[in-house]
């Protein structure tokens, strides 16, 4: 004879025990009771959007035909993004307040401040990329064309999102600058930590599998390819052997560098200006101005040539 199955819980029963704080270890810290915000990965995206059609009319957005056309949609745009930016900074200002310290008012003051500031960036902003999309273009006989690049190119619309976060990480906005390059990870395989400070005339070609630290330094006219990482070799812990937060250990790349496929430079080495790294291969050291390092052909393991 079939045994009667168990009764189910009720539907007010689990929702109780969810809700039971005794039972939640992971509280997400907002201050709806005061009326704020939740971050948004929708609005994110829109920021980023938005934004990016903003400095380039026409490649992320529609309806731009003529000047007048032009001049309307994107003062609607900018608009738009005003009030999005005010919305999420103000997310991540009361999410990162987690002990309600800060007056909601002066969170609000700050958000609007920020995304002010930010959207007056916009022209340097473009400026910077434009250097990034003529590198790219000009180091790659594949492009047709710089609109090919900005339309099409994941390692332009990696760094164009992480211009985005940058500027926003140097506004003091906490979490939604990660937000941003966690979406663009996402959409590009290229992983660049909204911390990084890169300079003008960026390259990063391919791009699948890049990594790039948060206390990165990358000067101008670098240029790299897929699977690389600039990453940390070790982590300095505390007495309770946690990683302690905000030490400089990621690598220095100086200007004019060239680093080939799958290459790893680890802990805060510096790379000096004209240097190659050629691909696969690790490195944990200092390399010189101009200096050269690839694997040595007919061993199995690398060693280093120098053109020094």
Same mark, same amino acid.
């Given at each position: ?25 992971? /509280? ?27 400095? %380039? ?11 007048? *056309? ?31 310290? /800060? ?14 500031? %930010? ?52 506004? +003091?906005?906490?979490?939604?600058? $990660? ?55 070790? %982590? /300095? ?6 990683? *302690? ?12 560098? *060239? ?30 101005? +101009? ?5 040595? $052909?007919?061993?199995?393991? $690398? ?6």
């Amino acid at each position: 004879m079939e045994q009667p199955s168990a009764p189910q819980p009720s539907i007010d029963s689990i929702v109780e025990r969810l809700c039971s704080l005794d039972d939640i270890r992971h /509280v997400c810290p907002s201050r709806r009771h005061e009326g704020a915000p939740l971050l948004s990965n929708t609005s994110v995206r829109r920021i980023v959007a938005l934004a990016s059609g903003l400095m %380039f009319p026409g490649f992320f957005n529609e309806n731009v035909e003529s000047a007048s *056309v032009m001049r309307s949609t994107m003062t609607l745009a900018c608009h738009e993004l005003r009030g999005l930016l005010i919305h999420q900074i103000t997310a991540g200002l009361s999410f990162a307040d987690t002990e309600c310290t /800060v007056p909601m008012h002066e969170i609000e003051a700050a958000a609007t401040a920020g995304a002010d500031t %930010f959207i007056s960036q916009l022209p340097r902003l473009r400026r910077l990329l434009d250097t990034d999309i003529d590198a790219t273009y000009m180091g790659d006989p594949a492009a047709t064309s710089t609109h090919e690049v900005i339309t099409c190119y994941p390692g332009v619309k990696a760094t164009m999102s992480h211009r985005i976060a940058h500027e926003l990480v140097t506004l +003091g906005v906490p979490v939604l600058p $990660r937000m941003i390059s966690e979406q663009a990870h996402s959409d590009t395989g290229i992983d660049i930590h909204p911390g990084a400070t890169i300079g003008k005339a960026f390259v990063i070609d391919h791009g699948t599998g890049v990594v790039v630290g948060a206390t990165a330094i990358i000067g101008d006219r670098v240029k790299i390819y897929q699977g690389v990482t600039l990453g940390a070799r070790s %982590f /300095v812990t505390d007495d309770s052997n946690n990683p *302690v937060k905000g030490i400089p250990r990621h690598p220095i790349i100086g200007n004019d560098v *060239v680093i080939y496929a799958n290459s790893t430079i680890l802990g805060r080495v510096s790379v000096g200006d004209g240097a190659v790294i050629g691909g696969n291969l690790w490195v944990t050291r200092d390399v010189a101005p +101009g200096e050269k390092l690839i694997q040595a $052909r007919g061993e199995n393991f $690398r060693s280093i040539e120098s053109s020094k």
